[in-house]
């Protein structure tokens, strides 16, 4: 089990940066792929980024390629999403989410754990 809580959104202007951070509970942290998604107001959720269990392996959406880096402390249970040159259309939920597993997890139905979610708004 592991419970995970994010932090780190709010307002920003475009081209503006934030850092989202996700903290889990657990002391088998480091066994759990993480990955970052959103979800827009009246759009799907969508998979933003995902970290493999050592931090070595990573996945980036096409529309945040360049922009956002994903990265992970095991030492403090901590994933951390790096948010630079923001858009407008960024503008939406961020969830972490965790998974037991060894390899990068892309799709959202296989993590069974997920936090509440923190708004990140970027105006125009």
């Known amino acids: 089990q592991v419970q995970l809580v994010e932090s780190g959104g709010g307002l920003v202007q475009a081209g503006g940066s934030l850092r989202l951070s996700c903290a889990a509970s657990g002391r088998t942290f480091s066994s759990y792929s993480m990955g970052w998604f959103r979800q827009a107001l009246g759009k799907e959720r969508e998979l933003v980024a995902a970290?493999?269990?050592?931090?070595?392996?990573?996945y980036y959406a096409d529309s945040v390629k360049g922009r956002f880096t994903i990265s992970r402390d095991n030492a403090k249970n901590t994933v951390y999403l790096e948010m630079n040159s923001l858009k407008p259309e960024d503008t939406a939920v961020y969830y972490c989410?965790?998974?037991?597993?060894?390899?990068?997890?892309?799709?959202?139905?296989?993590?069974?754990?997920w936090g509440q979610g923190t708004q990140v708004t970027v105006s125009s």
């Open positions: 970290i493999d269990w050592s931090g070595h392996q990573t």
């Open positions: 989410a965790a998974e037991a597993s060894w390899g990068i997890v892309a799709l959202g139905t296989e993590y069974n754990y």
